[in-house]
């Protein structure tokens, strides 16, 4: 099972910033948060990721709770391009590799 | 640079007939891993491959055979097709260190009548 909650479906104005919310109460200190999306039917494309401090890149900023038990990935100015479903995932990190488990994200309209 | 590609794209099997799904990535990563996506629904992890020789299962391997012989290719392998396992078939890649991201291909349509 998917260990994130996220809200099924959220509506964003274009231009406006969308902010996706994801909730990981049971987050461990070893659990990233990564952000993918999927435009359509395409492969799924990676967003950001984050372990405890706020992260920024090109395309979003990912805030997470001091108590790393929410997190809200925040896509500035949204576009029409950005409508696509948005997965947030917690995934342990070994000294090998742990897969990326998918729950059923947030499919996000950006409305013109 | 390539990246991750699927072959093919699109397929019609027959029930009980078998193919493979090919998937090759050019960037040297140890991890590569099979999901399928039914329509409105997540992405499901079928088996992964941590490097060549090991491999391990998801959560919906049933029906499905893996081998990794080399790093760079992780085909996934229907030994008798059924009407369940149309679905659209992604493979992903990503090096085997913490905080790192997966690179997904573009994926593989499978009908199966």
């Known amino acids: 099972d998917a260990k994130t909650t996220q809200p099924p479906s959220m509506d964003c104005a274009e231009g406006r910033a969308a902010n996706l919310p994801c909730n990981h109460s049971?987050?461990?200190?070893?659990?990233?948060v990564y952000w993918y999306r999927q435009i359509h039917s395409q492969g799924p494309q990676y967003i950001i990721h984050?372990?405890?401090n706020n992260e920024t890149n090109e395309m979003a900023s990912l805030i997470i709770t001091e108590d790393r038990k929410s997190s809200t990935l925040i896509l500035p100015h949204a576009t029409l391009r950005d409508t696509a479903v948005y997965y947030c995932?917690?995934?342990?990190?070994?000294?090998?590799?742990?897969?990326?488990?998918f729950g059923k994200g947030t499919r996000l309209s950006v409305i013109a | 640079n390539a990246g991750v590609t699927q072959t093919p794209k699109f397929q019609v099997l027959k029930t009980g007939q078998s193919m493979t799904l090919q998937c090759a990535q050019d960037m040297n990563h140890e991890y590569m891993s099979w999901y399928r996506q039914d329509p409105g629904m997540g992405l499901r992890l079928i088996h992964y491959s941590v490097g060549a020789g090991i491999t391990d299962q998801g959560e919906v391997p049933n029906g499905y055979n893996v081998s990794r012989s080399t790093t760079e290719d992780f085909p996934l392998r229907l030994l008798s097709a059924a009407p369940s396992q149309t679905s659209v078939y992604f493979c992903a890649s990503s090096y085997s260190m913490p905080g790192t991201e997966a690179f997904f291909g573009q994926g593989t349509r499978l009908t199966v009548v």
């Open positions: 995932i917690v995934r342990v990190e070994f000294s090998g590799n742990t897969p990326l488990v």
């Open positions: 984050g372990l405890k």
């Open positions: 049971t987050i461990s200190g070893n659990e990233y």
